[in-house]
């Protein structure tokens, strides 16, 4: 059993084809297959759109007890109107979720740029209203990162309260000078903001997004290597999730990570994978 989570933003990539998954691999497979090697991954599929019932069962069936899905609270409660209002909808997507038992956890409420100090009451409030639950925040408000009152604030509040602060780390993507659409899209999309690694409850939260280049990227996840073993050391289970422009290089990323890790860790249980050659090469291993 690994002693923290790792994963990547989906598990439905038919660019991993030939590469992390066999290439004929069938759709409906991929779950299985992933799980397999991964003991997480970001729910974002939950961000845009509500599972259908049939759709969460299948699911439960496919992920293991000590799987964890992460996922994010709908956009139309997230990202519209004050989240007080929105109790009762957060309840029913909480009872959709429900087959999965506590392979959601943490929830994430990733909350838009716009949302800012002025709103922290409305937070504290749906927090509180869903306490039970173990929850990271992503916050891309500019003044959640000015290290001022409003921040140390805000950090009180969710240490308090034993909710994580997701950490977003973009900067590799936008040290990446490449033209390609793909890394031109994600860098039009993702925030730009200040690392806040923070340890707020027993599972730190980490999104790397990184560009096309793995070898590029290195160089940005050697501190989180760091970090992540320290963690770990500490008896924490941090959840880490790797990012690249178009995510084609996602699950090569994360396996990548964990390569790094385990020479940072030694004794740290290794991945279950099929030994495909282009992985390999995607590795540097070869």
């Not at 991964?38 to 007890?65: H, K, L």
């Not at 990323?253 to 020479?263: C, G, T």
Request: negative net charge; glycine residues 4%; proline residues 9%.
């Amino acid at each position: 059993m690994l002693p923290y989570f790792l994963g990547c933003p989906s598990w439905n990539e038919p660019a991993w084809r030939g590469s992390f998954y066999p290439s004929d691999l069938r759709s409906a497979d991929t779950l299985a297959h992933y799980v397999a090697t991964f003991n997480a991954v970001e729910g974002n599929t939950t961000f845009y759109a509500r599972p259908a019932p049939q759709t969460v069962q299948r699911w439960a069936e496919q992920m293991p007890a000590h799987f964890r899905f992460c996922a994010k609270l709908p956009r139309d409660i997230s990202h519209a109107g004050d989240l007080r209002d929105h109790f009762a909808a957060s309840a029913d997507f909480l009872a959709l979720l429900a087959p999965l038992g506590e392979r959601v956890a943490p929830l994430w409420l990733q909350l838009p740029a716009s949302f800012g100090p002025a709103r922290l009451g409305e937070l504290l409030s749906w927090l509180d209203e869903f306490a039970e639950r173990a929850i990271a925040v992503e916050l891309r408000h500019p003044a959640f990162f000015d290290r001022g009152e409003e921040e140390r604030t805000l950090n009180r509040e969710l240490q308090a309260r034993g909710v994580e602060r997701i950490c977003l780390d973009s900067r590799a993507l936008f040290a990446c000078t490449s033209r390609d659409p793909a890394v031109l899209h994600a860098q039009s999309k993702k925030p730009r903001l200040p690392l806040r690694p923070t340890a707020f409850s027993a599972h730190p939260q980490v999104r790397f997004i990184g560009g096309p280049d793995l070898e590029a990227n290195q160089a940005f996840l050697e501190p989180w290597l760091d970090k992540v073993a320290a963690w770990i050391e500490q008896g924490l289970a941090p959840h880490v999730f790797l990012h690249t422009p178009d995510n084609h290089l996602a699950a090569a990323q994360a396996l990548r990570f964990h390569a790094s890790l385990s020479e940072r860790l030694p004794g740290l249980p290794a991945l279950a994978v099929t030994p495909l050659e282009p992985v390999a090469e995607q590795l540097g291993l070869l």
